[in-house]
């Protein structure tokens, strides 16, 4: 097993899903490769996402078939608790507020303070919204970038951060792919 490196959003397991941006019928090579990343350790999420997903079943927004792949790898999904992600969950609710307050009901919380506590890339399709003056209304993108982060969400890229320089990054599905080169046998 290796050390954890990217920590995935809901929406990014949801893609996968029949008529979604990265139907796994039309990109099987993609999450074929996803899924072995997934076993070794090398992508994790936590147990908000797998809760939001099961959520989003039983309101009939979602494939009840996705609940198969979030059985079979139930691993990865991780309950964080320790000193680390606690202080660095205070520190959050200090810097963003308003955020904190508007989310601490969904996983976009806990994943932005369980990235920032263990130096992880976020990987979200959710799409930055820089503009965005007040803490709460922002999307993860532009919370992860508030604090620090380097992230490459779309045509959005933080060219004042380099990603070398900064663990704590966040990126979209594409970005992924990129990076680990998801489409190569």
């Known amino acids: 097993m290796h050390s954890p490196k990217y920590l995935v959003d809901t929406n990014v397991i949801l893609a ?5 941006d990265y139907d796994e019928m039309v990109f099987p090579k993609y999450w074929k490769n996803f899924d072995k990343l997934v076993n070794e350790g090398i992508i994790i999420s936590t147990i908000s996402v797998s809760n939001e ?30 000193s680390k992600y ?23 919380w806990d994943l932005v303070v369980y990235a920032k506590a263990y130096n992880l890339i976020l990987v979200t399709q959710e799409k930055p919204n820089f ?10 993108p532009t ?6 982060a380097y992230c490459r969400c779309g045509i959005e890229v933080t060219s004042d951060i380099d990603p070398s320089q900064t663990p704590f990054q966040c990126i979209n599905f594409v970005e992924l792919a990129r990076r680990e080169k998801l489409g190569q046998e």
Not at 131 to 140: C, Q, S, T, V
Request: hydrophobic share 30%; net charge positive.
């Open 131 to 140: 503009n965005k003056k007040k803490p709460k209304d922002y999307k993860i």
């Open 53 to 82: 997903i099961k959520d989003l079943v039983e309101r009939n927004e979602v494939d009840d078939k996705i609940l198969i792949w979030v059985k079979n790898n139930s691993h990865m999904f991780k309950l964080p608790s320790d």
């Open 143 to 148: 919370a992860c970038k508030r604090l620090g």
């Open 16 to 20: 996968r899903t029949n008529y979604r």
């Open 86 to 108: 606690t202080a660095e969950t205070k520190n959050i609710k200090r810097e963003l507020p308003g955020w904190y307050q508007r989310n601490k009901f969904y996983a976009d």
